[in-house]
């Protein structure tokens, strides 16, 4: 097996794991609020936010936490990476109050998380990481996978790190690509695919909803397909699905939209589609 089949394996392991993980952790009661942290300093700063860990179990639970460094592919999927390898990383940046902690059975507690922005930073860089609160149990309990000897880890929440330099605040989402590709096949069955691809062309991050709508030229009907919500990063390319039926035939005029958070600014891609 070689090196990038490895990658896809354990990619898709750890995205079955997540899957389960909510499941899981919707059936237990808890939760962790914020999954995103915005922080927005300079070099030399110390930032301070909380994590909320609300435990509805019916017992006391243990957590410690850890960092990852991660990044998207190009159809959007998070990409883990060990702490402090990613050029863009502030995992060392990240510390707690409390490494180790338990949180009692119907009770929250607010988790401080300090970010320490070294004075060698750059000033106008988006950065960013992966904060892991990974519940942990004695042999006693039932767990996924164990670490050490009599600790196990149960389960895991990742929550997603940002530092924002205060001067950056460009939004840019522009379209680099709307492209017919084809029959695909997803889930033993068949579809035509479009393929839009997005770059954030500002210096923050940017969350938007990607349309896209069809009007056949000679009926005049129209097909308007479900939005795909995306976040991005500066300098971050990514490509979006949309998915028509197979049948769909005739010729067509495209258009795709971003609709960007927080303002009223909306890009728009024009393209002429021939489904035969």
Do not use: C
């Not at 883990?80 to 009770?107: C, H, M, Q, R």
């Not at 069809?214 to 998915?243: C, H, R, W």
């Amino acid at each position: 097996m070689n090196q990038n089949q490895t990658q896809h394996i354990t990619q898709a392991i750890l995205f079955l794991s997540l899957l389960l993980l909510s499941i899981s952790v919707n059936a237990q009661g808890i939760s962790i609020s914020p999954t995103r942290m915005f922080y927005s300093g300079t070099p030399g700063q110390t930032l301070v936010q909380n994590v909320t860990v609300t435990n509805g179990s019916s017992k006391p639970l243990t957590f410690n936490t850890s960092t990852k460094d991660w990044y998207r592919d190009e159809t959007g999927e998070k990409i883990y990476v060990d702490a402090n390898t990613l050029p863009k990383s502030n995992s060392a940046w990240i510390s707690t109050s409390e490494p180790l902690f338990t949180v009692e059975t119907g009770a929250s507690r607010n988790i401080p998380v300090t970010l320490h922005i070294p004075e060698q930073a750059s000033a106008n860089e988006v950065t960013n990481s992966m904060l892991f609160f990974s519940q942990i149990g004695q042999q006693a309990d039932n767990y996924q996978g164990g670490v050490g000897i009599g600790i196990q880890v149960l389960f895991e929440f990742g929550i997603q790190v940002f530092n924002t330099p205060p001067t950056n605040t460009t939004q840019d989402l522009e379209f680099t690509a709307v492209d017919d590709l084809g029959n695909v096949t997803k889930n033993n069955e068949s579809y035509r695919r479009i393929g839009v691809k997005v770059k954030n062309q500002g210096n923050t991050i940017s969350d938007a909803s990607v349309e896209m709508e069809l009007t056949n030229k000679n009926s005049g009907q129209e097909i308007k397909l479900n939005p795909v919500n995306i976040s991005m990063l500066p300098d971050a390319e990514q490509l979006i699905y949309f998915d028509l039926s197979p049948e769909t035939k005739g010729s067509f005029s495209g258009v795709s939209f971003i609709k960007m958070s927080g303002t009223t600014d909306i890009r728009v891609a024009e393209k002429d589609f021939e489904f035969n």
